[in-house]
């Protein structure tokens, strides 16, 4: 079994709908990050919380460290947030251990 | 900011060959950290540096492979002998401190024939 475990593996939805994705961990972690792979290949870092739910435009992450899980949501999706979204959880000070990722397909 | 920058892009070589990938992170920045992407494991860590010191090389597959950091702006993935298994993204980024979001490079796109 994976320390991370995302879910689901691949997802479609029409314009518009709400999206979830969600984010198991089974190890200790110091904080939970949400990155996104664009299909060109970049990442870019999304979030990075240790606690409660933070906000950016129409991404909104969360976090319960009790339960050892993180749910990223999109509101209002778009065809640009097609995407692999990919959580990973960070041991001690630094070191990341990474999800599977989420294939995200947004149709117009 | 340029944001972190490698080189190549792309490099197909031939099985045996020695590889090198090179990271410049951005400016500033004094952690470094290598990772490997493939279809079946996904993303890995392989090294990760602090003030250009290795702090985790637990990840690096096996001897074939070695990392450097002779300074705070430059670092370097080696492979050799290089195999077809190694084919791969390996993606380098970097962060300022111990607590904070990394930023990734555009990775290097690996093909050992």
């Known amino acids: 079994k994976n320390e991370v475990e995302q879910s689901p593996q691949n997802l479609t939805a029409q314009e518009g709908e709400f999206i979830t994705i969600n984010c198991s961990y089974s190890?200790?972690?110091?904080?939970l990050h949400w990155l996104q792979q664009h299909p060109g290949g970049g990442i870019v870092s999304l979030f990075m919380l240790s606690s409660g739910k933070k906000k950016h435009g129409r991404l909104i992450a969360t976090i319960n460290i009790q339960e050892k899980h993180s749910s990223l949501h999109i509101t209002a999706s778009h065809p640009r947030d097609s995407a692999v979204y990919i959580c990973?959880?960070?041991?001690?000070?630094?070191?990341?251990?990474f999800g599977q990722g989420t294939r995200l397909t947004i149709n117009p | 900011d340029a944001g972190v920058i490698q080189s190549p892009r792309h490099e197909v070589t031939e099985m045996g060959q020695e590889v090198t990938l090179r990271c410049k992170p951005i400016?500033?920045?004094?952690?470094l950290f290598w990772y490997r992407q493939t279809m079946m494991r996904g993303l890995e860590l392989l090294i990760y540096f602090n003030n250009n010191v290795p702090i985790d090389d637990s990840g690096m597959p096996e001897d074939r492979f070695s990392a450097k950091m002779p300074n705070a702006s430059f670092s370097t993935l080696k492979i050799q002998p290089s195999e077809p298994r190694d084919s791969a993204v390996y993606f380098c980024a970097s962060s300022w401190g111990k607590d904070n979001e990394q930023f990734f490079g555009p990775g290097t796109r690996l093909t050992v024939l």
């Open positions: 190890v200790g972690i110091s904080a």
């Open positions: 400016s500033g920045h004094n952690s």
């Open positions: 990973a959880a960070r041991q001690g000070a630094q070191k990341l251990v």
